[in-house]
């Protein structure tokens, strides 16, 4: 069975200062990659997601995540956070593409402050 | 486009007692799949729906059991509540199966509170 690790329940950061969000996953086949953000009171947003190519991909907000096969991970990073950035940020892993099933990490809060 | 919506947001329930908790997807998807949120336990998946059949389960008691009807609503009904269940219950839905290749929008939530 797969699982996903998000090593940091919280993350307190200063505005325009750099942020990573760590994700190791542990898979035995081929996985697809998502990172989820979820504002207060809110549902979960889809934030990107990697599936197959080129091991770096971007959201329109200025995250990116890079995937690293050899080290089963997905670390989210922005280089400049803002206040809004402030949210719940869950890494996501899907084993079979022919299903709607994620096995989620347990979270990362990024606090962001002025 | 109107958004995945859940209803009620809301509900306070006794302990024995059961729920039933509504999703209605975007217009036009067919997938629908639920989660259960906690703080100990974070999201866990609860089952999905496509086109009324129930194609994925969790690993989740008997109590825990849902439906899908024509229209690709959804709902979800916990028998027997336990302390344990309080949690935002989460409905997810996608114009297809498989969440890879067809993005899962996600509704609000219904946050269950069982006393």
């Known amino acids: 069975a797969q699982s996903v690790t998000q090593l940091d329940s919280q993350v307190p950061v200063f505005e325009e200062a750099p942020v990573e969000l760590r994700c190791n996953y542990s898979s035995s086949v081929s996985v697809y990659l998502f990172w989820y953000v979820q504002y207060p009171n809110q549902g979960l947003q889809l934030l990107l997601k990697?599936?197959?190519?080129?091991?770096l991909v971007e959201s329109i907000n200025g995250f990116e995540a890079e995937f690293n096969k050899s080290q089963t991970s997905f670390h989210l990073r922005k280089p400049s956070v803002h206040i809004s950035d402030t949210a719940e940020y869950f890494c996501a892993v899907s084993v079979n593409p022919g299903y709607s099933t994620l096995t989620f990490g347990k979270g990362t809060m990024l606090l962001v402050s002025p | 486009k109107a958004g995945v919506t859940q209803t009620p947001r809301y509900l306070i329930k006794t302990r024995g007692q059961q729920v039933t908790l509504s999703c209605s997807p975007i217009?036009?998807?067919?997938?629908v799949s639920w989660y259960q949120q906690t703080p100990g336990q974070g999201l866990q998946f609860l089952f999905e729906y496509f086109s009324e059949t129930q194609r994925n389960k969790g690993n989740f008691p008997g109590r825990f059991s849902g439906r899908q009807f024509s229209n690709s609503r959804s709902e979800m009904n916990v028998s027997t509540l336990e302390l344990g269940d309080s949690a935002l219950y989460l409905c997810a839905s996608s114009s297809g199966p498989g969440g890879a290749y067809n993005e899962q929008f996600f509704g609000p939530g219904t946050r269950l509170t069982v006393l």
């Open positions: 990697y599936l197959s190519g080129s091991t």
């Open positions: 217009s036009g998807h067919r997938s």
